[in-house]
């Protein structure tokens, strides 16, 4: 069956310090993957995504994200955290043709001073 | 800006009264979505339009109708909402075409409160 899954459900971080935070995948095709980042009573906002091409992608605030094919992967960084990326984060993926997302559980991210 | 609006942000309402959620957008997105995302969840797709066309989840409760009068506007009507179905509901657009149907845009959500 086609998964997605966010190992950590709980992630805490001292502001300051790097950040991954990990996704792997369970699809017969490479999909299309994505970080979103929902902040607290907020809708989701797309942090980057892969469709092909170069495998480490660049996207807002400062994340970068890894696809690694031979793992299943599509692990989130951020080098240094910033109290403001305290925020529920979920890796998403799509194969279908209208972009139907299935999302991980997501992932909640509290930064420490 | 373009942009999806969802109103209202927050809705209270009672256990079997009727309740509508609108979501509109400016980006002229030909694809709509609407998700339910009950607290500390994933959020879980209800049913999409592309266009006109209207493709129901196959868990999706009849309880739940949708309606799109025009390419900018989508409403959720929950019939008889039961406590069960508080949580947020999140409207999202994209494109039909091309890798960019692919990419989803979030309104901020209407938490919804059953009482």
């Known amino acids: 069956a086609q998964s997605v899954t966010q190992p950590d459900i709980h992630i805490t971080v001292s502001e300051g310090a790097s950040l991954e935070l990990r996704c792997n995948y369970s699809?017969?095709?490479?999909?299309?993957l994505f970080w979103y980042v929902q902040s607290p009573g907020q809708g989701l906002q797309l942090l980057l995504k892969?469709?092909?091409?170069?495998?480490l992608v660049q996207g807002i605030k400062g994340f970068e994200a890894e696809f690694k094919r031979s793992q299943s992967s599509f692990n989130l960084r951020k080098p240094s955290v910033h109290w403001s990326d305290a925020a529920e984060y979920f890796c998403?993926?799509?194969?279908?043709?209208?972009?139907?997302?299935?999302f991980g559980a997501g992932t909640q991210v509290v930064v420490t001073p | 800006d373009a942009m999806v609006i969802q109103n209202p942000r927050y809705q209270v309402t009672q256990f079997g009264k009727p309740v509508t959620l609108s979501c509109s957008q400016t980006?002229?997105?030909?694809?709509m979505y609407w998700y339910q995302q009950k607290s500390s969840q994933a959020p879980k797709l209800l049913f999409h339009?592309?266009?006109?066309?209207?493709?129901n989840e196959a868990d999706t409760p009849d309880n739940f109708q949708s309606r799109r009068p025009n390419t900018s506007f989508c409403f959720l009507d929950i019939r008889s909402p039961g406590l069960g179905d508080a949580a947020m509901y999140l409207c999202?657009?994209?494109?039909?075409?091309?890798?960019?149907?692919?990419?989803?845009?979030f309104g901020a959500g209407t938490r919804l409160s059953v009482l």
């Open positions: 999202a657009t994209s494109r039909d075409w091309g890798e960019a149907k692919n990419i989803q845009y």
């Open positions: 980006l002229n997105h030909n694809v």
């Open positions: 998403a993926v799509t194969t279908d043709s209208w972009g139907k997302l299935q």
């Open positions: 699809y017969g095709a490479t999909p299309y």
């Open positions: 339009y592309y266009d006109k066309d209207f493709n």
């Open positions: 892969y469709f092909s091409g170069d495998t």
